[in-house]
């Protein structure tokens, strides 16, 4: 089955760039979405299809997805953004959705 | 404003069932397919299964194939998730989600989930 690996923890200080990847097997073949939840809240859905974003969602939120390595960036970071990330594709072979084991990303 | 609501959840003995139940509202039901995800406490999101439209596809984590069964009532927007011969390892909050699709499947709405703790 396919297997997407994500870094446990990210840190980022206020106001940088905060970059998170994903990576599987030629991932840049496929959607990559990318879900943002915060302690004890549903996941929210932040980036879609590798680089669109749903309504509401920040354009510091961005991402893309080349090779093995899909990346979720949020730019200026702020303390709200603290929170798990998530990816996720679908396996069209097995018809099963596959998450990232997921970040914890800390804005120090 | 889309709305999911789950219900159901609680403490259950090994080996014991459940029937998760979600109520939906703020969006057109019937056009999505919908799905169960599941979050183990201190762990990461977990799919479980999904439903089409008119409920004539289904799919299944493998972990829960045979025990789960994943349904919908169209006329009651509402979606279920049935689940027997319950084990220790399916304590976890259980979320509802509906299914965007542009390039591939997503989860576009998701509720705040209902807590299962299966312990003896």
């Known amino acids: 089955s396919y297997v997407l690996t994500q870094p446990p923890s990210v840190s980022v200080a206020p106001g940088q760039t905060a970059k998170i990847t994903c990576g599987g097997n030629n991932i840049g073949t496929r959607s990559v979405h990318w879900y943002q939840q915060k302690p004890v809240q549903a996941p929210v859905l932040v980036v879609y299809d590798n680089t669109d974003r749903p309504s509401g969602i920040p354009e510091r939120f961005s991402g893309s997805n080349f090779g093995n390595t899909a990346t979720l960036t949020i730019a200026r970071a702020e303390a709200g953004d603290e929170a798990d990330y998530y990816c996720?594709?679908?396996?069209?072979?097995?018809?099963?959705?596959?998450f990232g084991g997921g970040t914890k990303l800390t804005v120090l | 404003e889309v709305q999911l609501v789950e219900s159901g959840g609680g403490l259950v003995q090994p080996g014991g069932s459940l029937r998760l139940s979600c109520a939906a509202s703020g969006f057109t039901f019937s056009s999505f397919w919908m799905s169960w995800v599941r979050q183990a406490p201190g762990k990461g999101l977990e799919w479980v299964a999904n439903?089409?439209?008119?409920?004539?596809?289904?799919y299944y984590v493998d972990s829960v194939k045979g025990r789960f069964t994943i349904s919908r009532d169209n006329a009651k927007s509402s979606l279920y998730l049935q689940m027997n011969n319950l084990r220790a390892e399916d304590t976890a909050v259980y979320y509802c989600?509906?299914?965007?699709?542009?390039?591939?499947?997503?989860?576009?709405?998701w509720g705040q989930g209902t807590l299962v703790t299966v312990s003896s």
């Open positions: 989600s509906a299914l965007g699709y542009s390039s591939s499947w997503h989860f576009r709405y």
């Open positions: 439903i089409k439209q008119d409920g004539s596809e289904k």
């Open positions: 996720q594709v679908w396996d069209s072979s097995s018809d099963h959705v596959v």
